[in-house]
């Protein structure tokens, strides 16, 4: 079983927030073979999300998304992916499409000799093109990046960030977590490549799965807007 985990937002600073949302779950249910629950968690959008008629979608409503930020709720994904039995969860952005590819990229990691302590992710257009995870089609193999790459191209991106059970076991934090609620809104991806090297940790870019994403900055906006508000207060 995958658990697919997927924070979603609209406002007026992210108006087609749920148009993203319906095209993603669309490829979703198109193109995964596997079985798969979907976790979704609605972060103060100004109304709440139209759950589309699919199987084994989870929603949740969030009031305030200034208590946890995005942080927050990726970790209780995450939590109820691992309470469910799912052997593989994604952190996903809403933002993206998927294809075909995507059993080839979940192939890959069941069968990967490090998926214990192996991060992974696919290519995409939606990437800094510094990054290993930038390309603008599928390709062939898997790439390990490293201590000697860049900080740029030595991240898996939090779009379509994928991890094994044992992976969580192997590296929840001191409190519990799975991510460093320290920084709520960005970050989420340096931080976690910090905390899982040292560990023993591995990041690996998987070139046979291609995911579009059209990498919206619509939260860059809304973090802007809260920073402001509570200085204010």
Not at 20 to 29: A, D, G, P, T
Not at 116 to 136: F, M, V
Not at 140 to 168: P, S, W, Y
């Amino acid at each position: 079983m995958i658990g697919i985990v997927i924070v979603i937002h609209q406002s007026k600073f992210r108006p087609n927030g749920f148009e993203f949302v319906n095209n993603c779950i669309e490829s979703l249910y198109k193109f995964l073979k596997k079985d798969f629950i979907l976790y979704l968690f609605d972060n103060a959008s100004v109304e709440k999300y139209n759950v589309p008629n699919y199987p084994n979608i989870k929603y949740e409503y969030i009031k305030d998304q200034t208590i946890r930020g995005l942080v927050g709720p990726v970790n209780d994904g995450v939590d109820k992916a691992v309470e469910d039995g799912c052997d593989i969860i994604i952190l996903a952005n809403d933002d993206i499409i998927i294809n075909e590819t995507v059993n080839d990229f979940i192939d890959i990691i069941e069968n990967h000799e490090h998926k214990d302590i192996g991060l992974y992710g696919p290519l995409s257009n939606g990437c800094l093109k510094t990054s290993h995870q930038y390309a603008e089609k599928v390709g062939k193999g898997i790439l390990e990046t490293t201590n000697e790459d860049t900080k740029a191209k030595a991240i898996i991106r939090g779009f379509f960030m994928t991890f094994t059970k044992e992976f969580v076991k192997n590296f929840r934090r001191p409190s519990g977590k799975f991510l460093n609620e320290d920084k709520l809104w960005r970050g989420g991806e340096v931080s976690q490549l910090h905390y899982i090297r040292p560990l023993g940790g591995r990041l690996f870019v998987i070139k046979d799965c291609w995911i579009f994403h059209y990498a919206t900055h619509g939260i860059l906006k809304r973090l802007r807007i809260l920073n402001r508000r509570k200085k204010r207060k």
